[in-house]
């Protein structure tokens, strides 16, 4: 607007470059609310009152974290073993197993001692002495050999729970592997796609620059300086889009593997 007074803008100038403040400044509004319903959702995962993160995450020049410059993946079935439906499966399997046990052990006998124990002392002050102590016991066969039908369904049920329980674990472990093997593809491809926004953010800078001695030098016009602001802003707007999304990437990564946030990678 000074650069008008003094005759040296034009009123459409002015006017774009109005039109870019206010059209950055109206896509912040939806940018707020994104992060106010963050910091709540945030807040209620942590078991406390909505807002009551503000102050600690809220800070506007807080910097992106820092991601590992490797990923150590190591042994991919130990790491499997880490992710808690895998460890659910794995359980229920094994009580599945144990219940078969159980009701194969009904084809057998079982075998209870019983008896009688009293006192064979004639003076109440030698009662409980342990050498007057007397056991009458005789062994008590119980066998339910009637029940073999019975016991035969139970095993065959309980086989067929065990089937079903190891389809699962087998289900599981699959989806786990897809999980993480889609996770680390995600991951390495998002890497790359950061790496070329960074350079089409410099390329756009340098340009912007060399425009900026052009108009200064009046070889340019305002219009030309602002579509090259324009374009930088936009590519550093990408970077920080891809960065985003790469942490969110390196999250479901490390969730896929069982793992937490690791940053200490060279």
Do not use: C
Not at 124 to 139: C, D, E, I, S, Y
Not at 201 to 216: C, F, G, I, N, W
């Amino acid at each position: 607007q000074q650069r008008r007074a003094r005759g040296v803008a034009a009123d459409v100038d002015i006017e774009r470059l109005t039109t870019q403040v206010e059209t950055t400044r109206a896509s912040l509004i939806p940018l707020d609310a994104q992060v106010t319903e963050s910091l709540d959702r945030l807040a209620i995962l942590t078991g406390r009152a909505p807002g009551a993160l503000d102050a600690a995450l809220s800070a506007s020049d807080a910097p992106l974290p820092t991601l590992p410059g490797s990923v150590a993946i190591g042994d991919p079935a130990a790491l499997l073993k880490q992710r808690p439906d895998i460890r659910a499966a794995e359980r229920r399997l094994a009580s599945s197993n144990a219940q078969i046990g159980e009701h194969v052990a009904d084809y057998f006998p079982k075998v209870t001692l019983l008896g009688d124990l009293g006192f064979s002392a004639t003076d109440p002050g030698h009662l409980f002495r342990k050498q007057n102590f007397t056991w009458v016991g005789a062994p008590y066969l119980q066998w339910n050999i009637l029940d073999f039908g019975r016991t035969r369904g139970a095993v065959r049920a309980a086989e067929a729970s065990r089937d079903e329980a190891e389809a699962n674990y087998q289900k599981a472990v699959l989806g786990a592997l897809q999980d993480a093997n889609t996770s680390l593809q995600r991951y390495g491809h998002q890497r790359e796609h950061v790496v070329a926004l960074t350079k089409v953010q410099t390329s756009a800078v340098h340009a912007r620059s060399l425009m900026d001695e052009r108009y200064r030098a009046g070889v340019a016009s305002m219009i030309d300086l602002l579509d090259t602001q324009r374009e930088a802003l936009s590519a550093q707007q990408n970077v920080i889009a891809g960065q985003a999304e790469l942490i969110k990437d390196y999250v479901s990564l490390q969730k896929s593997l069982g793992l937490g946030w690791q940053t200490n990678a060279g």
